[in-house]
């Protein structure tokens, strides 16, 4: 394998497609073997860049053959670390919080979100997803004595931070941040930022150039 560092961040990208991918061709389809231009195909990606992708990380497959679908989605799985179950702590059990505890296809993907925070009286006691919600002041315990690494945001922006921050003093190193706005965090802390309005916005924006040059 190559050094870790010198993996170009779009393939590191490119991998969780990968992954879900082959999971849904030994799962769903019986696939057995699959070549490069086949999986790239599937996703709109060049075969020579499925093949150098995968490269970085050691050799798969077999030229003229293609690849085992159930080895490579393993191997694959593996560098990703979603061969096991990380456990996440999730702060703010409103429309988003609720929508993501109850969505039911993290689990393949290596995530499980095993324990739900608020700070709202009428909301802490109540279950999604058969998790009960506590109260916020418990996180710090919790994520503790769980040795839980990884937390989900998604309070307002104005409490970000500040459940960020807790987050991180109780030991989680790596964030998934719904809130829209920025967190500051130390080094060793990864966060991952979803910000969902930029994503319409860009589709908005070639709407309105599509309808300018339609005029
Ligand atoms: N709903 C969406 O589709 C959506 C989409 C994109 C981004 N977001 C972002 O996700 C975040 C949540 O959005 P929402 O629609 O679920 O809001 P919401 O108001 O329904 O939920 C926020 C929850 O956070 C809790 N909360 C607030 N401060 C807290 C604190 N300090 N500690 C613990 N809990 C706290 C509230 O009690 C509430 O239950 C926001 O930052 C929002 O901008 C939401």
């Known amino acids: 394998m190559k050094d870790r560092e010198k993996i170009p961040k779009a393939t590191i990208e490119r991998l969780p497609l990968y992954y879900r991918c082959l999971d849904k061709m030994a799962t769903f ?3 057995e073997v699959v070549s490069s231009k086949d999986l790239g195909g599937k996703l709109d990606i060049p075969s020579t860049q499925v093949r150098k992708d995968l490269s970085y990380y050691g050799e798969f497959g077999r030229r003229g053959v293609g690849y085992n679908v159930n080895e490579l989605k ?3 799985g593996k560098i ?13 059990a409103g429309n988003l919080g609720r929508a993501l ?3 039911g296809s993290f689990e393949m993907m290596g995530l499980e979100i095993t324990c739900v925070f608020d700070n709202d009286l009428d909301k802490i006691g109540n279950l999604i997803n058969e998790r009960e919600v506590k109260s916020v002041q418990e996180m710090s315990q919790k994520v503790m004595k769980n040795e ?5 945001i998604s309070v307002p922006a104005e409490a970000a931070q500040a459940v960020a921050d807790q987050m991180i003093e109780a030991g989680i190193k790596a964030i998934w941040n719904f809130a829209p706005t920025r967190l500051y965090v130390p080094e060793d802390v990864s966060v991952k930022n979803e910000d969902l309005a930029v994503g319409i916005v860009s589709l908005i924006y070639h709407l309105s150039w599509q309808e300018e040059t339609d005029v």
């Open 101 to 103: 505890v109850n969505y």
């Open 74 to 76: 393993r191997s694959v």
């Open 148 to 152: 839980i690494k990884l937390g989900i």
């Open 29 to 31: 389809e019986d696939v």
């Open 80 to 92: 990703l670390g979603v061969n096991r179950t990380w456990p996440a702590a999730l702060v703010g």
